[in-house]
């Protein structure tokens, strides 16, 4: 099955996974669509600004404000009931065109792997290509 | 046309679908993804945490915290605008790779269907299967 | 490659695209799914209530406050993180099941574009159509 495996470096990161997205499309594949998924409940995908990085800081900072990771209300053991609430708002899966063999994207797009929690290593994203 | 039905039971209710979508995988079918849409304006999809009960009951507290049922701007005679804004939130479909006949998710990751208006009879989810 | 254009005529606009999908369905495709995506970072793609038109109001005027367009946090130059953040929380893509050559869709529930910056023209939606 095609995976992507990311180590995330910091808390809340949005890592660009554009090239490895497309280092998986295989040989020959040229219309339909790509399928993404993280195995993950306090990780999510989405599509964003890739020009000024400010955009994506600026989402960080924006999200940590709306949804604080301390909470009195929060009662789950772990302490990162915030990253789950982040993951279900992004959403575990995303569903992108190819065509010609390539991600159809917008100029200003970009894929994001967002890891909501503290870093971990081995973070999983699996890849299923249908053709049209 | 494949469909899970569910009477929910309560305002605001996360309910574990996964055997419900294992239930429908047709035999013979190995590998590709479950594509899963509800038919409703105030209610979700989401993946989330399995384990700990207390993330799905955070998770309901703090949504209901940040989308106030009562709120003075609200227009829709229903009532129910902040449902419909969860339902929006949380989205109302998803995509979940298939191997090997079963749905592959992560350790800790369950499909919930998200009540978000009072408890409702026969909640209607789509479920389309598509090879790769 | 199927693809919907829209110019968006104010800020912050939900605009049905039943209509526009529909035409885009293939003739003899009876059964399978449609793939939605948007190829621009300050719109998104939903499905909400078609009835009552204060609920579409009355989810943009929520959003308006819950993500407020000037916050002295943003560093973007551009000024339009606020759209920025939208498009990523409502989503870029969305996958609707057809049946009969029609997307089945509850009775209550339209497909929407979203536009989270100010009007533009051509904004573009991309569709794929694929048979289960």
Chains 1, 2, 3 share one sequence.
């Not at 339909?32 to 994506?56: A, I, Q, R, Y």
């Not at 708002?89 to 190819?98: E, R």
């Not at 929690?117 to 081995?122: E, K, M, T």
């Amino acid at each position: 099955m095609p995976t992507i495996t990311i180590d995330s470096t910091s808390h809340t990161q949005m890592i660009n996974i554009d090239r490895a997205i497309e280092n998986l499309i295989p040989k020959g594949f040229t219309s339909g669509v790509c399928h993404l998924f993280t195995l993950h409940t306090t990780s999510g995908l989405t599509v964003n600004e890739n020009g000024d990085p400010n955009v994506v800081s600026d989402m960080n900072i924006f999200m940590k404000d709306l949804i604080p990771w301390i909470n009195d209300k929060y009662e789950h053991s772990e302490g990162n009931t915030a990253a789950h609430l982040k993951s279900t708002i992004y959403g575990p899966s995303l569903t992108i065109p190819i065509e010609n063999g390539r991600l159809t994207l917008g100029t200003w797009q970009s894929v994001y792997f967002c890891e909501f929690d503290v870093p971990r290593n081995s973070r999983k994203i699996i890849v299923k290509f249908i053709t049209d």
